[in-house]
């Protein structure tokens, strides 16, 4: 067999089926091919250069790699509570509401710093509870507009950073996996990158990602159909610390941009934005190194809790994400919280909802990273069978993830959150429709396209009642057995407004502003200026530098129909399409105004 590998591969193999790290069983197929010379050759050198890859991409190498993956396992196994030593207790932090004089003044101090921050998104997960194969990122954030989550954050930055940066750049930097790699490149290749000049853009590989384990003996799985091929999956988010150390982005971000701070958010929150200057002021007044953006948590949500956790025996303090299956093993093992993950008086968790959105102070992080290259701590959370936790449901892997930064800060480096509503800021889409019609059984978020869309418009709705507009609610409806309200269906984009504190400007006499719960208001020219609108239908505003008094439309307006089976995947997934029955149009970036009813539909293009 080692004939066929190089000297680096041969050491490899050799360690790999020791008795000590157990992957013998690699072999076992290839005695059905001895006789076959080519077949064993080419097959046997493919196993070793994936292996040699997978040794490559892991800290410590595959070696490591086992040895943590058994020790996990046995803990796991034995229902060690992994934060032994460490006492929970309900952190202190911000708590904000949306229009009250803290929250504009804290989001005034934020905005100061909006044109100095470098953005990071972490792109590479499977979206395997979404049972969708396709990159997340080019699936549709709502359907009014079309516009994918990759074109709405890439807006966003090209926004703040025309607003605030003072003719800098803005970098943002992707992290992608060997599952979404190709898609996302595609993605960015066919829209010339959505307008991002290429030093701007930064992209970092996970590259091939851990060996899916099969049992506690950490033995490494074989792809079901084919026997000769390891089975990988993603490492978990956490990579990104340490992808952005070795790839050198923050040291060519602290030469080349003129950044203070650094924001990491998911895939698919359509309300990543809107309180990003909120954030920073609060990152600036308690001169946080690390803040993390919570939402008031559901007892056994599928979201993080942030606890204070204090270390019984050295008395060192951190304020941190505890998982949501570590949560409630480690509530129950204290007197305090023996009833473990449940709900207090006020109908929530007492420990925030981390949503991983994450502010990092540039300067304290990039300390932090040099320090420690980055390396976060692995966790396994194996599904078994039974009881007996001697069966996994399906293979397991180490994982690490990005919220798990404290674990690796000093003291005098400090962490802490920043609470408002999810209505504001979360509102992602990770579930099926059938899992999403079980939790809202459960009084949960659903979490599916449809309820990420209506959360969209219904996030602008609220920032725009919290300044003085009038704006109904539609009644709720169901898509494919998913409850939502499903409008009216308002789009401003971040060109226009990028933040609640912006839309004054947008709309300088908010009571002179209505809108029916069956409308669409979409508003996508810079500079529009809405002075008084009283709105029945639907109306779209993509004129630049527009100024809108004593406008009445009504028109019969674009209708959300729902629809059973679609060939289209992104729309069979939300369960319904938009028939544009009538509407009003106001011009395009470059076209002369166009004002009229229906006819108009086809001679305008909404951008
Ligand atoms: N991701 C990667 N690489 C991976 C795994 C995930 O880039 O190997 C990305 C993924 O694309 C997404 C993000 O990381 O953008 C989060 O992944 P996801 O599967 O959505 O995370 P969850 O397991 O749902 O949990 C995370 C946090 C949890 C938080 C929740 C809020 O771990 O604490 O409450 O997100 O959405």
């Not at 086992?66 to 996990?72: F, G, M, P, T």
């Not at 990988?232 to 990579?239: A, I, L, Q, S, V």
């Not at 919220?403 to 000093?410: K, L």
Request: charged share 25%; proline share 5%.
């Amino acid at each position: 067999l080692l004939q066929e590998s190089s000297p680096e591969q041969h050491f490899l193999l050799k360690d790999l089926v020791s008795a000590d790290l157990g992957q013998s069983h690699l072999l076992d197929p290839f005695e059905a091919i001895v006789d076959d010379d080519d077949k064993f050759s080419t097959k046997l050198k493919a196993m070793m250069s994936q292996l040699e890859e997978l040794d490559g991409a892991y800290p410590g190498g595959l070696k490591e790699y086992v040895h943590k993956a058994k020790k996990l396992l046995a803990n796991s196994k034995a229902g060690l509570n992994p934060l032994a030593g460490w006492a929970p207790s309900v952190p202190a932090g911000e708590k904000f509401e949306l229009g009250t004089e803290e929250y504009k003044s804290t989001e005034a101090l934020g905005m100061e710093t909006l044109g100095k921050v470098g953005f990071v998104l972490v792109a590479g997960g499977l979206g395997e509870r979404l049972g969708y194969n396709g990159t997340k990122i080019g699936l549709p954030i709502e359907t009014t507009t079309n516009s994918t989550y990759l074109q709405y954050y890439v807006d966003y930055i090209k926004a703040v950073q025309s607003k605030y940066a003072k003719g800098g750049l803005l970098p943002l930097c992707i992290m992608v996996s060997n599952d979404t790699k190709k898609p996302t490149i595609r993605l960015l290749a066919e829209n010339n990158n959505f307008g991002l000049v290429p030093e701007q853009l930064f992209i970092v590989e996970q590259g091939a990602g851990v060996p899916a384990l099969s049992d506690n003996n950490a033995k490494f799985a074989t792809d079901s159909d084919d026997p000769f091929t390891l089975s990988t999956k993603p490492h978990g988010h956490g990579d990104i610390h340490s992808l952005l150390y070795k790839e050198g982005v923050i040291s060519k971000w602290n030469e080349k941009f003129d950044l203070d701070y650094m924001v990491l958010f998911q895939d698919t929150n359509g309300l990543a934005f809107h309180t990003l200057p909120l954030m920073l002021g609060v990152s600036k007044k308690n001169g946080f190194v690390m803040n993390s953006l919570a939402v008031p948590r559901k007892a056994k949500q599928a979201v993080g809790g942030i606890a204070k956790l204090t270390n019984t025996s050295s008395g060192a303090v951190r304020t941190i994400n505890v998982e949501y299956n570590q949560l409630d093993p480690l509530l129950r093992s204290t007197k305090k919280f023996q009833k473990g993950d449940v709900n207090d008086a006020s109908g929530f968790s007492p420990f925030p909802g981390n949503i991983n959105q994450l502010v990092f102070q540039m300067e304290g992080y990039s300390k932090v990273l040099e320090r420690t290259k980055g390396i976060m701590p692995d966790f396994v959370n194996p599904k078994y069978k039974d009881e007996s936790k001697t069966v996994f449901k399906k293979p397991t892997r180490l994982e690490c993830m990005m919220q798990d930064f404290p674990t690796v800060m000093e003291g005098g480096e400090t962490a802490g959150f920043t609470q408002i509503g999810p209505e504001l800021c979360f509102s992602p889409v990770k579930n099926s429709v059938p899992d999403g019609v079980n939790l809202q059984a459960k009084g949960t978020p659903a979490g599916t396209a449809a309820t990420g869309e209506a959360d969209q418009y219904a996030a602008t709705r609220i920032m725009l009642r919290s300044i003085g507009c009038t704006v109904e609610d539609a009644e709720e409806v169901s898509f494919n057995g998913i409850k939502v309200i499903p409008g009216p269906s308002i789009v401003i984009k971040a060109k226009v407004a990028c933040c609640p504190g912006e839309l004054k400007s947008v709309f300088p006499s908010p009571e002179k502003i209505k809108i029916s719960s069956r409308s669409t208001l979409v508003i996508g020219g810079t500079g529009v200026t809405i002075e008084s609108l009283d709105l029945d239908g639907t109306l779209v505003v993509n004129k630049t530098g527009k100024k809108i008094a004593n406008m009445k439309v009504k028109n019969d307006g674009w209708v959300k129909v729902p629809v059973k089976d679609h060939d289209d995947e992104k729309i069979r997934m939300r369960g319904f399409v938009i028939e544009k029955k009538g509407g009003s149009y106001i011009g395009t970036d470059d076209s002369d105004d166009c004002f009229t009813d229906t006819d108009c539909m086809s001679g305008c293009i909404i951008a």
